[in-house]
């Protein structure tokens, strides 16, 4: 049974990463969003910012939670101890 969490645990390990590195990009995009709306000016910069504020930081923020919780999950089938430091390691 432990060998079935573990191979799981590794599929959802890598759903998490790519969902972190598509996060990671879209937050990227927004950003130059951001920077062009700027440069643009007036109405049309305010468009934009609204339709990245309103429309796309949302389901960054989802996609982001999920990736969260689904590491935690991951973290707890494999066993793994996240910030705890383990037996025979006291070094400072």
């Given amino acids: 049974m432990k060998e079935k969490m ?3 645990s590794t599929v959802i390990k ?5 969902g972190i590195v598509a ?8 950003f130059f ?6 440069i643009i000016g007036g109405d049309g910069g305010a468009t ?3 339709i990245v504020y309103n ?8 996609v982001t939670n999920i990736c ?11 066993g793994e101890k996240a910030l705890t430091p383990e037996s025979g390691s006291e070094e400072y």
Avoid: D, E, Q
Wanted: charged fraction near 10%; aromatic fraction near 12%; glycine fraction near 10%.
């Fill in 48 to 50: 934009i910012c609204n």
């Fill in 55 to 62: 429309k796309i930081i949302p389901i960054l923020i989802y």
């Fill in 68 to 78: 969260v919780v689904l590491g935690l999950i991951a973290m707890y089938m494999a």
């Fill in 6 to 8: 573990r191979k799981l």
């Fill in 23 to 30: 996060t990671l990009f879209l937050g990227g995009l927004t």
């Fill in 33 to 38: 969003a951001y920077v062009i709306a700027i």
């Fill in 14 to 18: 890598k759903l998490v990463g790519y």
